[in-house]
């Protein structure tokens, strides 16, 4: 057998070839990520003179430049396997005891753990889930945009406006930012009347923006602290922002609508994708549980039967806590960094929306509070529960059953 570690970059990737007694076949040498590249790589892999059978290549999932290298190495019906990189960074470190790092040692390092045989191997998931995880990291992104933006329209109105949160409970809600656009700071106001106010709401379906409302608000801006230094350029900041954020919001409700549209479109799909379908269908049984925290979970961690159970899903999200062990005293810390970010917080976060709508896993969070346990430790307890049913419905294409679920008693 030979082992062959590549280490992933951008532009460039480096390579090495290992035989069964750890000595190089191939010194590691660099390649371009481009079709001359890759044939420049074949052309030492064909050099061994052996069955694509008898060459295991491994590599790490760095973001998504492994993809296209991958794919080509797997057309060619060589064995590829993709590790976490933080299962490399530990083997080096134990490996060579110091925490060195650059792409020749690497390369070595991913062939010296893929003959060791000590990895958890990756996963790139089938099409229909890679274009999922491709709209979902690219929501994520704009989420994170969405809020960096609200903070710079809070930090201005606490200058323009700080009296206003006094009033809105957000500025960020359909009438808040109707208000912001027309009248962005205090000074804004000056020659504002209560029926100019309501006039901002007309057309706005559900608006409860009252007359007395408006008094106060007129009378809040009258008082404000704000002395109206840099009134309209401050004005232009938020507005700008206002429009940005409108157009981030609509770019996020057409990727939802093109993630949902994967799996609602069942006319004419290929059966794959009716099961598919129909698992999305089961899973939206579990009360608390959202569109966005299955399509999460589908896109960071693909098929979820490709796990043995739901201890090990658990073990892939990052779903548990620290442990500090020193003497005879051992403390849980906060949870774990690695694993799935996107997809432990969209558990996480269904986690308190279940203790609110479900009514078996809010009994969960009240027996484990009531044993002295702090909230976001039975919060995590939920989550693992909640993560452990989504695991069970999945893998046995049911709709949720209250009574099969928790007629055992639930251990943690």
């Known amino acids: 057998m030979y082992y062959v570690g590549i280490d992933i ?74 590790l976490n990189p933080y299962q490399t960074s530990k083997f080096r470190e134990m490996d060579t005891m110091k925490r060195i790092k650059n792409d020749n040692i690497d390369s070595i390092m991913i062939a010296a753990l893929i003959k ?87 057309g706005i379906k559900g608006n409860n923006f009252s007359k007395e409302k408006a008094q106060k608000l007129l009378e809040l801006a009258k008082e404000s602290i704000y002395s109206g230094a840099a009134k309209e350029e401050r004005a232009l900041s938020i507005r700008s922002n206002i429009a940005l954020l409108r157009f981030i919001t609509s770019q996020m409700e057409a990727i939802e609508e093109q993630m949902l549209l994967l799996f609602h479109e069942k006319q004419a799909m290929p059966s794959e994708q009716d099961e598919m379908a129909s698992l999305i269908d089961n899973l939206r049984t579990i009360p608390g549980v959202s569109d966005k925290t299955i399509l999460a979970l589908l896109a960071e961690c693909g098929n979820l039967d490709r796990f043995h159970n739901a201890k090990a899903l658990t073990g892939y999200l990052g779903l548990y806590p620290t442990l500090e062990q020193s003497g005879g005293s051992s403390k849980s810390g906060r949870l774990a960094k690695r694993g799935a970010r996107l997809a432990k917080k969209a558990i996480y976060m269904a986690a308190i929306a279940s203790i609110r ?34 695991y069970a419905i999945y893998v046995h294409n049911t709709p949720y059953d209250p009574a099969r679920v928790f007629s055992a008693k639930v251990h943690h």
């Open 116 to 202: 060791s045989g000590r990895f958890s191997e990756g996963y790139v998931s089938q099409d229909q889930l890679q274009s999922l995880r491709v709209l979902y990291r690219h929501r994520a992104s704009l989420e994170d945009q969405l809020k960096a933006i609200k903070r710079q329209v809070s930090t201005l109105l606490a200058v323009v406006f700080p009296e206003l949160e006094t009033l809105l409970s957000s500025p960020f809600s359909v009438t808040g930012l109707a208000l912001l656009e027309k009248y962005p700071t205090a000074k804004h106001y000056e020659y504002a009347s209560c029926e100019r106010v309501l006039k901002t709401f007309r």
């Open 9 to 82: 970059a951008k532009r460039s990737h480096v390579a090495c070839i290992m035989r069964e007694d750890n000595a190089l076949e191939v010194q590691p040498f660099t390649f371009a990520s481009t079709q001359e590249g890759f044939r420049k790589l074949l052309v030492h892999l064909q050099s061994l003179g052996c069955a694509t059978s008898e060459i295991i290549i491994g590599m790490e999932a760095t973001g998504l430049l492994f993809e296209n290298l991958y794919r080509f190495l797997r057309d060619l019906k060589y064995l590829v396997v993709l």
């Open 357 to 390: 709508h479900n009514a078996q896993l809010a009994q969960v969070f009240r027996n484990y509070r009531s044993k002295g346990r702090a909230p976001k430790e039975c919060l995590v307890i939920v989550a693992r529960k909640l993560l452990g049913i989504i």
